[in-house]
């Protein structure tokens, strides 16, 4: 995912054949220590200091996987959220510095709603539901989450967009002194993200505010993140303060930092390799062995439709 890369970051250690290195790093580090504390029945210190509960809410079958979910373990320990360091194991030790209470989300540009909204109204007005979703993320590894949201399809309807918003933009909170890696050049901050309208409004997208029956931990993007799960999992943008409808593409992180690297769709798509590494295959955290990466990482029946007559080669 690297682009500029700070000087102590090793170009061996983002690139493909690195994930084996990292994934080595990561089992050390959840062996010893950190296993004994996980499997006390203790949370994690980034969940412990918050206060707020999640609502009632609905398993969705129709919309989840199947496959076994990965352990709270793997999901809370591995992940990516840059604004707490590069590496897989430094959000779980670093985003206890995030303080989510009271959280307001912003949502403006065209629509007729705009306002400040405070995510407790958000959350108490609206349905949640459990979906375990397959997440593929593009250096070519994955897991599968059970995580607890709301459709964003019943909140875009509350906000009212007007006929000129073709597309939503997300942005996360910038705040270097709860988020320590934005002291560091790594991406432009605050991190962006973008759907078009029709992605936004599929019934699979969903705002997570929780997983495994619990609120996010702050490591997977509390208290509010997006999930879309037949894109790669940088378009899943964590920590959201603001919603934006616009009539124009928004310029997303990552394709800014590079752009033959990252698109704007960034669908899953095996057939289309990152220019640095395949992506015909992911290895499953958890897993020894590598699996064959599956078209709109599984949900083809659900999303095709979105993109009848686009090049995904030229769109990627
Ligand atoms: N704000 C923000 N959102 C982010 C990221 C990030 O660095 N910053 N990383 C993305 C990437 S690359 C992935 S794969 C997923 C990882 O989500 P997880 O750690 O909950 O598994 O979050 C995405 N959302
Ligand atoms: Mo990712």
Redesign the pocket.
Known sequence: ?LIKRPADIKPHEITEPALYRDRRRFLQATSGAALAFATSGLFLPAEAAVGRKLPDYRKNPRLSTDESPNSLKD??R???????GTH?ED?AKHAHTLRTEPWTVRVEGEVEKPADYHLEDLIKSAQLEERIYR?????A?S?V?PWVGIPLADLIKRFKPVSRAKFVEFT??HDPEQMP?QRRAV?DW??V?GLRMDEAMHPLTILAVG?YGKI?PN???API??VVPWK?????????VKIRFTETMPKT??ALAGPAEYGFYANVNPAVDHPRWSQAKERRIGEFLKRKTVMFNGYTDAVAGLYAGMDLRRNF
Not at 78 to 84: A, G, Q, V
Request: hydrophobic share 40%; aromatic share 20%; glycine share 6%.
């Open positions: 995912m999901i809370t591995y992940n990516n959220f840059y604004e707490f897989k959000p997440l593929r993320c593009v250096e590894w897991m989450i996360t909170l890696g991406l605050p991190y993200e997983l996010l490591q997977n993007g993140r997006l790669y999992g940088f378009k899943s943008i964590k920590s959201i992180s990552w």
